[in-house]
């Protein structure tokens, strides 16, 4: 509407010219940018002829015009456009600024009616389309949201809700494993879990090749078995290496355990390089992962290469040093492994004799023992198998047999069962002292030890003791291995003593002759052994 001045001239309200802005150089960014945050995309209005070549020629800069012509030009357009405008703005209509939207797209669920899947694949889209994250830590680049869509199809049904679930989160992905990468043409989500305790209908971690945990590490193989998990050789895609994922059971009795092994292990391999480095810990669906360095094979795949050859002794007295530096810090920390034997000490890499030692599964404190069947039997301390108390003495026991063993090729104690593995033991070394079994009344003791007190002769009996002591070689002249050599027999004989207190200690056993020989140079090669870890069969474990 015209307003009219105190000077009789007409004032003309201001014409809206409105320009659609872009934020970007196409107009289908432009749809999907207004479609995105509900942007009102407005129309343009059309303008005059003669307005346009009036604004046009009132903002030139040509120098050719001058001030009087651009005054002249100026009054003759008015002049027509007067008639014109009082002519027109009386029967125009208002103009109502209608809002445009952009179209549905190809890939809006409520076009093509797609189920939840598509809905949640959309939402991805529009929550992240202009804002991808990543994450650069040391090695790896995380998965972006862009990548996640192109991947959408080729993802498992369970991994989908996942994956939406760690983006909503802001948590990265590293790793998605896609039905080519598990083998399968199909989606696989019905397949069976190789784990046994599981919660609810809480799904289980699956191991197979391909296999994800936490979006992060990408399953090869695996390594070892047993009654609390499983342990597999998987490759971090954040730190770009390959590491030993250990993964235990849903069950709370391991998961109990689990936490003492974790607290075992952050004393243990802070301060000592012979016991294996734990890299990080996390729960994924309910169920303790420990991530480890990866090692090379155990002593025992590798004797089993070399078709249990004896070692020489130069390399048996590198192993033993090794492991009593890392019985020495166990003892300094207060933790009792209960678990030595030759599948826990693994060669550090390949072509070398430096080892460490793992699987603290079993691992105890001192003065917090809690289980009372512990050890492997070949390896299990005589206090353990009679019921008496037990400390960081039953690791030195199970070290001197593992030693024996390297230096032999052969189990020293190798019985049926606890009976017959004392009977062992006492062919061996010589019978128990009286004292030690009639200290033997833990009612939780699996062996009958009246055999043994009978049939030991009577304190006040002389004449029966000197017989006994010429029926037998002498102490000093037994040898506990078929082994020219003193030193090392002398060493496994202070070890394998029936009582704890008399033991070795393993600060005593690192002064020991054996062990302060002069250093021989070891060879750099190796014979070849396998790659993969087994689980040593052992028939009639009790």
Same mark, same amino acid.
């Given at each position: 509407m015209n307003v009219r001045t105190s000077n009789g001239r007409v004032k003309e309200p201001p014409h809206l010219l409105l320009t659609p802005r872009y934020c970007a150089s196409s107009p289908r960014t432009l749809e999907s940018y207004c479609a995105t945050r509900n942007i009102l995309q407005l129309a343009e209005l059309p303008t005059s002829c003669a307005e346009t070549s009036r604004t046009r020629f009132l903002t030139s800069d040509s120098p050719s015009v001058n001030a009087v012509g651009k005054r002249r030009y100026r009054l003759s357009i008015d002049d027509q456009l007067s008639g014109t405008r009082k002519a027109t703005c009386d029967t125009a209509p208002t103009p109502k600024f209608m809002p445009t939207f952009a179209p549905l797209s190809a890939e809006s669920p409520q076009r093509h009616g797609a189920g939840a899947n598509g809905v949640l694949a959309c939402r991805l889209r529009a929550r992240h389309k202009d804002s991808i994250r990543t994450s650069q830590v040391r090695g790896g680049v995380a998965i972006t949201t862009r990548k996640v869509i192109k991947l959408w199809k080729q993802i498992r049904e369970s991994d989908r809700r996942e994956v939406a679930r760690y983006l909503d989160l802001h948590q990265?992905?590293?790793?998605?494993?896609?039905?080519?990468?598990?083998?399968?043409?199909?989606?696989?989500?019905g397949y069976n879990y190789t784990q046994r305790a599981c919660r609810g209908d809480d799904e289980c971690i699956s191991f197979k090749p391909g296999e994800h945990?936490?979006?992060?590490?990408?399953?090869?193989?695996?390594?070892?078995?047993?009654?609390?998990?499983?342990?597999?050789?998987?490759?971090?895609?954040?730190?770009?290496?390959? @590491?030993?994922?250990?993964?235990?059971?849903?069950?709370?009795?391991?998961?109990?355990?689990?936490? @003492?092994?974790?607290?075992?292990?952050?004393?243990?391999? $802070?301060?000592? *390089? $012979?016991?294996?480095?734990?890299?990080?810990h996390f729960t994924f669906r309910h169920q303790t992962c420990i991530v480890f360095e990866l090692l090379d094979v155990n002593l025992y795949e590798f004797l089993s290469a070399r078709n249990f050859r004896c070692l020489e002794m130069r390399h048996v007295r590198h192993v033993a040093s090794q492991l009593i530096e890392a019985l020495v810090y166990l003892k300094e920390v207060g933790v009792v492994h209960c678990d030595i034997k030759p599948e826990n000490i693994l060669l550090e890499r390949a072509g070398c004799f430096d080892v460490k030692l793992i699987d603290f599964g079993s691992a105890c404190f001192r003065g917090n023992t809690v289980y009372s069947y512990i050890q492997s039997r070949f390896y299990r301390a005589p206090e353990v198998m009679l019921g008496l108390p037990y400390s960081h003495p039953i690791d030195m026991w199970s070290l001197a047999c593992v030693v024996g063993e390297l230096a032999t090729g052969y189990t020293l104690f190798? *019985?049926?069962?606890?009976?017959?593995?004392?009977?062992?033991?006492?062919?061996?070394?010589?019978?128990?002292?009286?004292?030690?079994?009639?200290?033997?009344?833990?009612?939780? $003791?699996?062996?009958?030890?009246?055999?043994?007190?009978?049939?030991?002769?009577?304190?006040?009996?002389?004449?029966?003791?000197?017989?006994? $002591?010429?029926?037998?070689p002498c102490r000093r002249d037994r040898r506990v291995v078929d082994i020219d050599d003193d030193i090392f027999n002398s060493f496994l004989k202070r070890a394998l003593c029936w009582t704890p207190s008399r033991r070795l200690a393993p600060e005593a056993a690192a002064r020991h002759r054996f062990l302060s020989a002069p250093a021989v140079p070891l060879p750099s090669q190796l014979p070849s052994a396998p790659s993969k870890a087994r689980v040593r069969p052992i028939a009639g474990e009790s």
């Amino acid at each position: 509407m015209n307003v009219r001045t105190s000077n009789g001239r007409v004032k003309e309200p201001p014409h809206l010219l409105l320009t659609p802005r872009y934020c970007a150089s196409s107009p289908r960014t432009l749809e999907s940018y207004c479609a995105t945050r509900n942007i009102l995309q407005l129309a343009e209005l059309p303008t005059s002829c003669a307005e346009t070549s009036r604004t046009r020629f009132l903002t030139s800069d040509s120098p050719s015009v001058n001030a009087v012509g651009k005054r002249r030009y100026r009054l003759s357009i008015d002049d027509q456009l007067s008639g014109t405008r009082k002519a027109t703005c009386d029967t125009a209509p208002t103009p109502k600024f209608m809002p445009t939207f952009a179209p549905l797209s190809a890939e809006s669920p409520q076009r093509h009616g797609a189920g939840a899947n598509g809905v949640l694949a959309c939402r991805l889209r529009a929550r992240h389309k202009d804002s991808i994250r990543t994450s650069q830590v040391r090695g790896g680049v995380a998965i972006t949201t862009r990548k996640v869509i192109k991947l959408w199809k080729q993802i498992r049904e369970s991994d989908r809700r996942e994956v939406a679930r760690y983006l909503d989160l802001h948590q990265p992905v590293w790793y998605i494993p896609t039905l080519d990468k598990l083998g399968a043409g199909v989606d696989t989500t019905g397949y069976n879990y190789t784990q046994r305790a599981c919660r609810g209908d809480d799904e289980c971690i699956s191991f197979k090749p391909g296999e994800h945990v936490v979006f992060r590490f990408e399953m090869c193989d695996i390594l070892g078995a047993g009654s609390f998990g499983q342990v597999c050789r998987c490759f971090d895609h954040k730190n770009k290496r390959e @590491v030993a994922l250990k993964v235990i059971n849903a069950d709370e009795s391991f998961a109990q355990q689990a936490k @003492v092994e974790i607290m075992a292990l952050q004393r243990a391999s $802070r301060g000592s *390089g $012979r016991v294996v480095k734990m890299l990080e810990h996390f729960t994924f669906r309910h169920q303790t992962c420990i991530v480890f360095e990866l090692l090379d094979v155990n002593l025992y795949e590798f004797l089993s290469a070399r078709n249990f050859r004896c070692l020489e002794m130069r390399h048996v007295r590198h192993v033993a040093s090794q492991l009593i530096e890392a019985l020495v810090y166990l003892k300094e920390v207060g933790v009792v492994h209960c678990d030595i034997k030759p599948e826990n000490i693994l060669l550090e890499r390949a072509g070398c004799f430096d080892v460490k030692l793992i699987d603290f599964g079993s691992a105890c404190f001192r003065g917090n023992t809690v289980y009372s069947y512990i050890q492997s039997r070949f390896y299990r301390a005589p206090e353990v198998m009679l019921g008496l108390p037990y400390s960081h003495p039953i690791d030195m026991w199970s070290l001197a047999c593992v030693v024996g063993e390297l230096a032999t090729g052969y189990t020293l104690f190798a *019985g049926e069962d606890e009976a017959q593995q004392l009977s062992t033991i006492s062919t061996l070394i010589g019978p128990p002292p009286k004292r030690v079994l009639e200290s033997a009344t833990n009612p939780c $003791r699996r062996v009958d030890c009246s055999i043994f007190i009978t049939s030991l002769p009577p304190v006040g009996d002389s004449t029966t003791m000197s017989a006994v $002591r010429r029926s037998r070689p002498c102490r000093r002249d037994r040898r506990v291995v078929d082994i020219d050599d003193d030193i090392f027999n002398s060493f496994l004989k202070r070890a394998l003593c029936w009582t704890p207190s008399r033991r070795l200690a393993p600060e005593a056993a690192a002064r020991h002759r054996f062990l302060s020989a002069p250093a021989v140079p070891l060879p750099s090669q190796l014979p070849s052994a396998p790659s993969k870890a087994r689980v040593r069969p052992i028939a009639g474990e009790s």
